[in-house]
């Protein structure tokens, strides 16, 4: 799909309900997935499925914002905006992983973490800044995959990462359109102008240093080829692996800081 494709136009892409979500990704790409549930804090929190599983043979841990298929998938999951225990449930899985020195695999579909009053008297803002600390310094390879929405700190815990691919369609963005729109203007409908005006696109992003990858899609979006859109993503994140196998330790929490550092700097 040319580069060309108004961001508006993207953002319709992204969110479609067709669009492959974590669980065609682990279904596809990973092997003996074995899913650990609960922060063993509060509770169980569906909107971030994660567990164990083998990838070409190689053990890694693997965590991802979850939608839903169904309407009663989408209203557990909150339409994929997490709570507390799904952000401290990625933790626990993160800190595991770098016990058992597993590289860690995140994929991000997110309008957003869950705004409720609930999640807010649970420490909503604590655990996403937890889980932004947490990835900082973890000793193990981290690469995250913005697969369709990618929106505001909701999305960022769980893309602390040494290599963040993006979708060719997919968005990322420190909020909604529609709330920059309400933010900028007070009016939500003029999202598709706020769209151009937000450098949420794939190819903005990666001029612009935030991103590392574009992941092509097959004409139309991924929901219109999925099984050649998940061998793209098979053979990225394959390939930032194999770069990462052979990092020690504190080379990679040093080079994830100066990563996140210099974002932006091409402006």
């Known amino acids: ?18 669009r492959p979500n974590i669980s065609d990704y682990i279904d596809a790409l990973f092997t003996d997935f ?4 609960g922060d063993r804090l509060m509770g169980e929190d569906a909107s971030i499925l994660g567990g164990i599983a083998l990838f070409h043979g190689r053990p890694v841990t693997v965590i991802g914002t979850r939608k839903g298929k169904t309407l009663e998938e989408n209203l557990t999951c909150r339409f994929g905006m997490p709570d507390p225990e799904g952000y401290r449930k990625a ?25 409720g009053l609930e999640a807010e008297e649970r420490g909503q803002g604590e655990a996403i800044a937890r889980s932004l600390l947490e990835m900082s310094r973890l000793r193990v390879p ?24 993006m979708l060719e369609n997919a968005i990322y963005a420190i909020l909604s359109p529609e709330g920059f729109a309400s933010i900028l203007w007070k009016d939500a409908k003029r999202w598709e102008e706020a769209s151009g005006l937000m450098k949420l696109t794939a190819p903005e992003l990666l001029e612009l240093g935030v991103i590392d990858e574009i ?10 080829a999925q099984a050649a859109a998940l061998r793209q993503v098979d053979e990225a994140l394959r390939r930032q692996l194999l770069s990462l196998a052979k990092e020690k330790g504190s080379a990679l929490v040093e080079r994830r800081y100066q990563k996140f550092r210099r974002m932006g700097e091409k402006v």
Do not use: W
Request: charged share 20%; glycine share 12%; no cysteine.
């Open 34 to 37: 074995f899913e650990q549930r």
């Open 215 to 224: 992941v092509p899609e097959p004409a139309g979006g991924a929901h219109l």
């Open 1 to 18: 799909m040319s580069d060309k494709i108004a961001a508006a136009g993207r953002v319709a892409i992204a969110r479609h309900p067709q």
């Open 142 to 165: 981290i690469v995250t995959i913005i697969t369709g929405e990618g929106n505001s700190g909701g999305a960022l815990a769980l893309a602390v990462a040494d290599r963040v691919l």
């Open 91 to 115: 933790q626990r899985l993160m800190r595991q992983a770098e016990k058992f020195r597993r590289p860690i695999v995140t994929f991000v579909d997110t309008g957003g973490a869950y705004p």
